[in-house]
């Protein structure tokens, strides 16, 4: 069974940094692409990041460019997310989600990220 | 940028019938299209990938059409557990993929 358990939310002030984790297991991580998904509170979804399997090739949404790194550990089948400047509309429940032929095939349940002072 | 518009933003009907739910594409995604179904509190749920093929476990009553610009997901007779809110997603541009604002189908 595909299990995927994100970490790492809170409360942060503007302009600062906060990391994500995913623990993933119940398939192969390392040949799985990898995204983060999130959604503000009461709207719609938001892609955000994926980065390829084995290859670490990474994308990222304009609005998050320059301020967001997604990464992963093979060796530890973790997907993260390291936000950094954060603003107050990054405030979003953040998911992360298995990607199988193009499409977000299994999520986890999100951490909250809450940016305000 | 792909960008996707769902209608109507909500659809109230009534147990046992047929909901119809529409995306459209500003370009063409091909069939590079799936829809999802988020419950409240819950995580989105892949239903329909390749704009018609149904992901594992998925009821029957579930089914998707089009392909280029317009496409259509149908619930043929809505159960209890179906009023929820729908997204579709373009894949077509991949990486990077896009999600439409989301049709809500609530209880009449």
């Known amino acids: 069974e595909v299990q995927l358990l994100e970490s790492g939310g809170g409360l942060v002030q503007p302009g600062g940094s906060l990391r994500l984790s995913c623990a993933a297991s119940g398939f192969t991580f390392i040949n799985q692409a990898m995204s983060w998904v999130r959604q503000a509170p009461g709207k719609g979804l938001e892609w955000v990041s994926t980065?390829?399997?084995?290859?670490?090739?990474?994308h990222y949404a304009d609005s998050v460019t320059g301020r967001f790194t997604i990464s992963r550990d093979n060796s530890k089948n973790t997907l993260y997310l390291q936000m950094s400047s954060l603003r107050a509309g990054d405030t979003a429940l953040y998911y992360c989600?298995?990607?199988?032929?193009?499409?977000?095939?299994?999520w986890g349940q999100g951490t909250l990220v809450t940016v305000s002072s | 940028e792909i960008v996707l518009t769902q209608s109507p933003a909500t659809l109230s009907l009534s147990p046992g019938e047929r909901a119809t739910l529409s995306c459209r594409a500003s370009q063409s995604v091909s069939s590079y299209l799936a829809w999802y179904q988020q419950k409240p509190g819950q995580a989105p749920r892949l239903l329909i990938y390749d704009a018609s093929k149904r992901a594992t476990g998925v009821p029957a009553r579930f089914s998707g059409s089009g392909s280029g610009t317009d496409f259509t997901l149908t619930i043929s007779s809505l159960e209890p557990e179906d009023f929820a809110v729908y997204y579709c997603?373009?894949?077509?541009?991949?990486?990077?993929?896009?999600f439409g604002p989301g049709t809500k189908v609530d209880i009449k």
């Open positions: 989600a298995t990607i199988f032929g193009g499409y977000t095939s299994y």
């Open positions: 980065v390829s399997g084995s290859l670490d090739t990474t």
């Open positions: 997603q373009q894949r077509s541009n991949w990486p990077i993929f896009t």
